[in-house]
T-cell receptor, first 111, second 112 residues
Framework: DTAVSQTPKYLVTQMGNDKSIKCEQNLGHDTMYWYKQDSKKFLKIMFSYNNKELIINETVPNRFSPKSPDKAHLNLHINSLELGDSAVYFC??????????FGPGTRLTVL | GESVGLHLPTLSVQEGDNSIINCAYSNSASDYFIWYKQESGKGPQFIIDIRSNMDKRQGQRVTVLLNKTVKHLSLQIAATQPGDSAVYFCAESRGYGNKLVFGAGTILRVKS
């Protein structure tokens, strides 16, 4: 299937832990994004990479570090997790000036 | 359901009726607008888009209208079906990297 995929779908962890979320797209897109959706369904961009280069970095705590090993992957590593990090994290990708296509989301719960 | 506790605007329509979901955007420099549908437990799904040089675009059962004068966007869904029940988001695109800025979302409930 051609798609944007994320792993894991659910992630439950304790405060203070470090965790990673992975994203892969096989659509041949050159730009990838991470968005955060809070409990009120508000979606906000966090990061964007174009051809492995960081092009958007919103005001996100530096505990969050994106990593793009190649054009098809954009991973999100989070250090020292806090309660407020609980949210659904979406990866998206885009080719050129086309629209963005979203992955299924990763629901992160910090206890 | 998942919408319990959410304080988003809600539109309830009867199956078969037309639905109109409205959105106000903030940046007059935005030049690309998209409507997304998000079903429970899923990611936002692209419905239709429009560029700022147009004021109307039609898809299958959906129409997007853009009024740049008042910075308003609407999504019209014809003959609404139960499968259309979801949260609908408008998004505007601005700046390098085509960063999407999302609106707050509207819950659409279709009654059979």
């Amino acid at each position: 299937d051609t798609a944007v995929s994320q792993t894991p779908k659910y992630l439950v962890t304790q405060m203070g832990n470090d965790k990673s979320i992975k994203c892969e797209q096989n659509l041949g897109h050159d730009t990838m994004y991470w968005y955060k959706q809070d409990s009120k369904k508000f979606l906000k961009i966090m990061f964007s990479y174009n051809n492995k280069e960081l092009i958007i970095n919103e005001t996100v705590p530096n505990r969050f570090s994106p990593k793009s090993p190649d054009k098809a992957h954009l991973n999100l590593h989070i250090n020292s997790l806090e309660l407020g990090d609980s949210a659904v994290y979406f990866c998206a990708s885009r080719k050129g000036t086309d629209t963005q296509y979203f992955g299924p989301g990763t629901r992160l719960t910090v206890l | 359901g998942e919408s319990v506790g959410l304080h988003l605007p809600t539109l309830s329509v009867q199956e078969g009726d037309n639905s109109i979901i409205n959105c106000a955007y903030s940046n007059s420099a935005s030049d690309y607008f998209i409507w997304y549908k998000q079903e429970s437990g899923k990611g936002p799904q692209f419905i239709i888009d429009i560029r700022s040089n147009m004021d109307k675009r039609q898809g299958q059962r959906v129409t997007v209208l853009l009024n740049k004068t008042v910075k308003h966007l609407s999504l019209q869904i014809a003959a609404t079906q139960p499968g259309d029940s979801a949260v609908y988001f408008c998004a505007e695109s601005r700046g390098y990297g085509n960063k999407l800025v999302f609106g707050a979302g509207t819950i659409l409930r279709v009654k059979s």
